[in-house]
Every structure is written in C-alpha cells, then in structure tokens.
C-alpha cells in the first residue's frame, strides 16, 4: 500500500513538472518580470501618457482578468496590470505573506519599473488598495504612498 502510495505522488510531481514545461511555452510572460528583492513580479503595462492606472485581481486571481479592461482604457493612457507574488507569472515571495507586504512590493515593483506616478484599483472590495504615487521627495519617496508595515 505504502509502495502504490509512493508510485503515485512520484507520477504526479512528474506530471505536474511535465505540464509547467508546458505551460511557459504556451502562455508566455505578457510583459516583463521586475526584481523586488529576491524575487520578481510580474507587470504588464499599455498605453502612453498621463498618470499610470495600475490594476490588481484579487481574490486569487490574475492579472488576465484585466485583459479587456486594460486594452480598453490603455487607448487613453498608461495602464499596468501585475500578479503579487506566487500568483501566475511572478515568481514566489518570503513565505509570510500580509497586506504591508504586498504593498511594499508594489510600491518596490514600481519604482523599479519606473512607474512611480500612477494611481492603484483593485477589482475585490476587501481588498481594495489605493495609493496615488506622484514622486515628490526623490525618487525613492513618492508622495501619498503608504504600507501597513
């Protein structure tokens, strides 16, 4: 019993491999990944002019949900759509995951993307996370950001 066991988690870590392989090649990155500081977030940006709209899924979900809206409004500026870490294309984060943290690794992600005047929107109400980010103090101190941590 303990060897059918075995045979089975081994098959399935196996095809599991087998089926990310797969994955990457067809749905690759839209977009780039940006270093956070050992790890890297996805970000997908569109669109020119103005103050940036950086949207976040929640609710587990990724940034794809945005696919139409971000088409839609990129026709009238810049817009981003990214996955927080461990979420479909951004690479895993530390372990203990909190709301500061996450934040503080889009604040990270942004200055690194070198969209730091842009405006956050959330699409789950518990969740919501607004910060408007006009650089005023240097280019590591945006005016208005802030984080639970």
Not at 26 to 49: E, K, Q, S
Not at 59 to 66: D, F, H, K, P, V
Not at 123 to 139: E, F, I, K, N, Y
Request: negative net charge.
């Amino acid at each position: 019993m303990l060897a059918l066991f075995l045979l089975l988690a081994v098959a399935g870590a196996v095809y599991e491999g087998l089926a990310e392989r797969g994955d990457a090649k067809r749905y690759p990155v839209p977009g780039r990944m940006v270093d956070v500081g050992g790890h890297r977030l996805h970000l997908h940006c569109t669109g020119a002019g103005g103050r940036t709209v950086v949207l976040e899924a929640g609710l587990g979900e990724s940034s794809a949900t945005w696919a139409t809206i971000q088409q839609q409004l990129s026709g009238g500026g810049r817009v981003c759509s990214y996955d927080r870490a461990g979420y479909a294309w951004s690479e895993p984060g530390p372990s203990s995951r909190t709301a500061g943290q996450a934040a503080d690794e889009l604040h990270a992600m942004l200055l690194a993307a070198d969209e730091q005047d842009s405006t956050s929107s959330s699409h789950t109400p518990t969740v919501v996370t607004l910060c408007a980010c006009t650089p005023t103090d240097g280019p590591n101190s945006p005016q208005g950001w802030s984080s639970s941590t």
